[in-house]
Structure formats: structure tokens, C-alpha cells
T-cell receptor, first 110, second 110 residues
Framework: DGGITQSPKYLFRKEGQNVTLSCEQN?????MYWYRQDPGQGLRLIYY???????QKGDIAEGYSVSREKKESFPLTVTSAQKNPTAFYLC?????????FGSGTRLTVV | EDQVTQSPEALRLQEGESSSLNCSYT??????LFWYRQDPGKGPEFLFT???AGEEKEKERLKATLTKKESFLHITAPKPEDSATYLC???????????FGDGTTLTVKP
């Protein structure tokens, strides 16, 4: 089955630590996106990439970094510069009519 | 800047009690307006795309409509399994990304 796989499902980060969230798709979609969702709120765009080796900052890119070396993969690194990283992170790819989302990664600072 | 406002924030219905969710938007040139359903702890699931004023789409008990300023998601004779958060998003013709509203959380009681 085609889809988007996000891993891990749950992630715990210590203060000052960088962590990387994985996002893999087998849908052959060009554009991929990372959104952050806080409780009771909508989705806020972190980074997006429309083609391999190119990406753009979204509305809340500070403290995050991405890479797009392969069409299938769009990992997100949450750096120690992100002071409030506890949230639900969603990866998506774009098809002709909208987005397909992964099942999300819940990141908690401990 | 594209903007999306959804109302109400929360809606509680009895099973069989029809109602509507509202999505007001501003965008410079509409490429598409999207509706998604999100269950707790999961990624959003694509429902509909609307492209121009006057367009309507239907799926089971859901019907989405579009004007130049807003979209409605009509729910006819809802069932408890329709309980979820419904997200609205817009994408402008010059934007390579969607802007999301904060969602409406629907609870349908048996």
C-alpha cells in the first residue's frame, strides 16, 4: 500500500539535544511538508520541499532543519535552539487534489 | 497572507441532528479549498477539494460547499463515528503550500 511512514511514533528529547524525525513516502509525490500541531490548534508549517535538493522555510522554521536528498525522504531535525518543541509533528506529501498525511510523531521534552 | 478561520471551535450534536461547520477564508487567487478529518492522535485524512464558487462535493453524510468567502461542511443525520476534528485549508495560486484553520471538533452523542 502506498503511503507516508513517520517514525518514531513517540520521541523523548532531553534539554540541549538534537533529535531527527523520519518521514518516508512511496507515493512518488514531488512536494513534501512538515507541520507542527499543538493541542487544540491547527497545523503550522515548518518547512516544505517541492523538489529534491530544494526546500523553503515555513511560518515557524526557527529551531528546525530539514534535508531532501531523495524524493522519498524528508527528515526533520529539531535542534536545541527550538525552546518549546513538545508537540505533534505531521509530515505530508501533495497529490493532485490535496495532501496525504503520515500518522505523526509525538515529541516530548523530558 | 492567506488566512482561514473555522467556527465553531466545538460542536456537540445528538445522533441524527444535522448541522453545518463554517470555514471563512482570505486568499489571493484560490487554487483550492480542502477539508480534512482528523481523529485523536492520528494524521488528517483528506475529504474534499473545492476549486470555485458554487462547487459542491458529497461523501456519505458529508457535503461541502464553496462561496467566494467561505465554505460549509454540512453533516446530515450524523452518527457517533462522525465524531472527529474537521480541518479546513486553502492554497493560493501563487503559494506552494496550504494554510490551515484551527479546526472544529465535532462530538456526536448516541
Amino acid at each position: 500500500d502506498g503511503g507516508i511512514t513517520q517514525s518514531p511514533k513517540y520521541l523523548f528529547r532531553k534539554e540541549g539535544q538534537n533529535v531527527t524525525l523520519s518521514c518516508e513516502q512511496n507515493l512518488n509525490h514531488d512536494a513534501m511538508y512538515w507541520y507542527r500541531q499543538d493541542p487544540g490548534q491547527g497545523l503550522r508549517l515548518i518547512y516544505y520541499s517541492q523538489i529534491v535538493n530544494d526546500f523553503q522555510k515555513g511560518d515557524i522554521a526557527e529551531g528546525y532543519s530539514v534535508s531532501r536528498e531523495k524524493k522519498e525522504s524528508f527528515p526533520l531535525t529539531v535542534t536545541s535552539a527550538q525552546k518549546n518543541p513538545t508537540a505533534f509533528y505531521l509530515c505530508a506529501s501533495e497529490h493532485l487534489y490535496g495532501y496525504t498525511f503520515g500518522s505523526g510523531t509525538r515529541l516530548t521534552v523530558v | 497572507e492567506d488566512q482561514v478561520t473555522q467556527s465553531p471551535e466545538a460542536l456537540r450534536l445528538q445522533e441524527g441532528e444535522s448541522s453545518s461547520l463554517n470555514c471563512s477564508y482570505t486568499v489571493s487567487g484560490l487554487r483550492g479549498l480542502f477539508w480534512y478529518r482528523q481523529d485523536p492522535g492520528k494524521g488528517p485524512e483528506f475529504l474534499f477539494t473545492l476549486y470555485s464558487a458554487g462547487e459542491e462535493k458529497e461523501k456519505e453524510r458529508l457535503k461541502a460547499t464553496l462561496t467566494k468567502k467561505e465554505s460549509f461542511l454540512h453533516i446530515t443525520a450524523p452518527k457517533p463515528e462522525d465524531s472527529a476534528t474537521y480541518l479546513c485549508a486553502v492554497q493560493g495560486t501563487n503559494a506552494g503550500k496550504s494554510t490551515f484553520g484551527d479546526g472544529t471538533t465535532l462530538t456526536v452523542k448516541p
